[in-house]
């Protein structure tokens, strides 16, 4: 990273892709809070620290490398601040150049997938997971229809989008014998911290399945102490093919079942106006569903990053068979269908 006389200053911003002019208070929080978990573990791997069972931040870690931010501008979702140790006012206490130049070199190496350069930045394999996890925390629900952006006084801004997730699944997936990286939904029936072991209860089987967690993700389970629960990790089957049990949790998060706000087909035409879809679930607990009848709509998947996945397939798939198509090459209903696709585009993408 270039130097720079204010390596510590920082910039964070929320952007809704459909030009509105608000957002959730709970986007701004979760931003902000995956941005300070990411410099605190990229404080851990500057300073070398030594992690053998458990990813633990000192709190001295906390302290020297504390994101503070000022009040937000006036007419904008940008958010500026500086990152170091309050108490000793514009004093830098640690090497937060350093710090905050991995910050931006791992986080532009994890969204360009170049493995080897996210190796190289941060060896250690169990540090590396849990920044790999930040920046998937960090990034807007897929289907939101937000985005998220930060930089600091040099180089190009880091932008986290709803697709981010599914980018960093494929990175951390590593199949075992009868394991499998899979999200389980279940109800959240007990937390036992001292052994570092949550409960869900199983709907397809009627059972229960024990999970077992690494202590750095605790804080999810304080914010995410609902009736229905998604727990991501290496998932052990039983002899009937189903979950028997969870192991090395990488992601414990509450079911979101907010709408899906779609801008634009998947081809990159814009909609005159944000398409909003609203999932369901599926009678088992296991899959999110998007239905509409009147666009011949039908998509499910286990998470919502897998379920936009699917749906900007299907969107594809019926600009180019139906939209797209000439009309002497498709029946009444499939003529029909391609005149309401039309009508969402606005009228200078597709004259």
């Not at 302290?63 to 979702?77: A, I, M, V, W």
């Not at 981010?164 to 499998?180: C, H, K, M, W």
């Not at 002497?328 to 696709?341: F, G, I, T, V």
Request: with cysteine.
């Amino acid at each position: 990273m270039p130097d720079s006389p204010h390596p510590d200053l920082i910039e964070f911003r929320i952007l809704p892709e459909d030009n509105g002019h608000e957002v959730p208070v709970s986007l701004l929080t979760q931003g902000l809070q995956g941005l300070q978990q990411l410099i605190h573990f990229s404080a851990l791997a500057v300073e070398a620290r030594t992690v053998r069972q458990r990813v633990r931040v000192s709190a001295d870690i906390q302290q020297r490398y504390t994101l503070h931010c000022r009040p937000p501008e006036d007419g904008s979702f940008m958010v500026a601040g500086r990152v170091g140790d309050l108490r000793k006012g514009l004093v830098n206490t640690g090497d937060v150049r350093k710090v905050m130049g991995l910050v931006h070199e791992f986080s532009h190496a994890t969204l360009a997938a170049k493995d080897e350069d996210l190796l190289r930045l941060v060896p250690d394999s169990r540090i590396r997971v849990r920044m790999l996890d930040c920046l998937r925390g960090m990034a807007p629900p897929p289907g939101s229809g937000y985005a998220f952006e930060f930089k600091n006084c040099v180089g190009a801004p880091v932008r986290l989008d709803e697709v981010l997730s599914g980018r960093i699944d494929a990175v951390l997936s590593a199949p075992e014998p009868r394991q499998r990286q899979h999200t389980i939904t279940g109800e959240l029936r007990s937390i036992a911290f001292a052994e570092h072991r949550l409960t869900i209860y199983y709907a397809p089987k009627g059972r229960t399945l024990e999970c077992l967690y690494d202590e750095s993700l605790e804080p999810m389970l304080f914010e995410n102490r609902r009736d229905l629960i998604q727990v991501t990790g290496q998932v052990e089957d039983a002899d009937d093919g189903h979950p028997r049990r969870i192991v090395e949790v990488s992601r414990i998060e509450e079911l979101d079942l907010s709408p899906f706000v779609i801008v634009e087909f998947a081809n990159g035409i814009p909609l005159a106006e944000p398409l909003r879809l609203d999932p369901i679930l599926s009678e088992d607990q296991q899959l999110i569903r998007l239905q509409n009848d009147t666009l011949d709509i039908d998509v499910f998947a286990h998470t919502r990053g897998e379920l936009l996945v699917e749906l900007r397939s299907q969107l594809e798939m019926l600009w180019v068979e139906y939209a797209q198509e000439h009309d002497d090459a498709l029946s009444a209903p499939a003529q029909a269908l391609k005149r309401r696709l039309l009508e969402l585009v606005k009228s200078s993408a597709h004259a």
